[in-house]
Nanobody, 125 residues
């Protein structure tokens, strides 16, 4: 069993920055994936970013590439999402995800076993 605890959401003006954190507790071993999805009101859930424990896998949605950066601290089983140059369209609930297997379609939310409770990010124009 893995528990995910997110922090770092909030409100910011367009152009600003926020950093999200997600700490995984419980049994974690071998290589695994952690990442972020988001869902805005009235919209489909969408993939944001992913990183593997080994660092061999790192990917971003086109909509955030060049503005967001994902990183991890393996000693703390924590993943971070640094979000810069935020836009109003980035407003959403951001959820941390965890999957044991790295050989999955990581852009498919259905492939992740564990989800965090979600943290709200609001960007005003």
């Amino acid at each position: 069993q893995v528990q995910l605890v997110e922090s770092g959401g909030g409100w910011v003006q367009a152009g600003g920055s926020l950093r999200l954190s997600c700490a995984a507790s419980g049994r974690t071993f071998s290589d695994y994936l952690m990442g972020w999805f988001r869902q805005a009101p009235g919209k489909e859930r969408e993939f944001v970013s992913v990183i593997s424990w080994s660092g061999r896998i790192t990917d971003y949605a086109d909509s955030v590439k060049g503005r967001f950066s994902i990183s991890r601290d393996n000693a703390k089983n924590t993943v971070y999402l640094q979000m810069n140059k935020l836009k109003p369209e980035d407003t959403a609930v951001y959820s941390c995800v965890f999957a044991w297997a790295v050989g999955i379609d990581y852009r498919d939310g259905g492939k992740y076993t564990y989800w965090g409770q979600g943290t709200q990010v609001s960007v005003s124009s």
